[in-house]
């Protein structure tokens, strides 16, 4: 089982001057569920190299068990500072794709032609994509087969707009990723702010905030070790 991650590359939070970039819990927590399930990972980034951490999220209210043994596990850094670059992936090579959020990819991985083509192949061949908190923004560009968008009708989550409005974001971000899943066609749900809540649509899996990061990947196991 080779599983890809895909990290982001940017590390500006809008104007405001401060640092953003992938969120730490929702890389790692996703990242042992994975290997505990003996999966092989690989990390690839827009840029290649070592992608920018949110510096929130190393803050200690945010640390977790996964988080903790990430940072004794020195193969992991290792691997997450080497990041491939995603130009370079070849989906054929890969059972699964997985998107750490944060509000890095906003900016960049919604609109790398890269990130797009790799989520549009590994849809077309049943592969499953899962993506969490800001990540399934990664999805606002894609199209399925017949040039319509690739959520068009699915049922999807993602970091709602009350969540947004609580970290006082909203005249921040680029977009807000509740409404532009439901522009985009897609069927979106929620739960209350912060509360666990993934949704399952035929290969897609999403989940909606950093406390459903290790769902999301306990469903993909479950459609990759029932193929």
């Not at 399925?144 to 009350?162: A, E, Q, R, Y």
């Not at 999301?216 to 029932?226: G, P, R, T, Y």
């Amino acid at each position: 089982m080779k599983i890809l991650f895909v990290l982001t590359s940017h590390d500006k939070l809008g104007d405001t001057g401060q640092k953003t970039g992938f969120w730490l819990d929702e890389f790692a927590s996703p990242y042992y569920a994975f290997k505990d399930a003996e999966a092989d990972i690989i990390l690839a980034s827009p840029n290649g190299g070592e992608p920018p951490l949110d510096p929130k999220s190393n803050e200690p209210d945010f640390q977790t068990e996964a988080t903790k043994r990430f940072k004794k596990d020195n193969n992991a850094q290792v691997a997450l500072a080497n990041t491939l670059k995603l130009s370079d992936i070849s989906p054929e090579d890969y059972d699964a794709v997985f998107y750490p959020g944060g509000h890095g990819p906003l900016w960049d991985l919604v609109e790398d032609p890269h990130s797009i083509a790799l989520i549009e192949r590994m849809h077309s061949t049943g592969k499953p994509i899962g993506a969490v908190c800001h990540a399934p923004a990664v999805l606002r560009h894609t199209k399925s087969s017949d040039g319509t968008s690739l959520i068009k009708g699915k049922s999807v989550t993602g970091f709602s707009n009350t969540e947004e409005a609580t970290l006082q974001l909203l005249d921040v971000v680029p977009f807000l990723l509740e409404d532009e899943l439901k522009d985009k066609g897609g069927n979106y749900s929620k739960t209350k702010d912060w509360n666990p809540h993934v949704i399952t649509d035929g290969n897609l899996i999403t989940g909606q905030n950093p406390a459903s990061s290790s769902l999301v990947v306990k469903s993909m196991l479950e459609i990759i070790q029932n193929e």
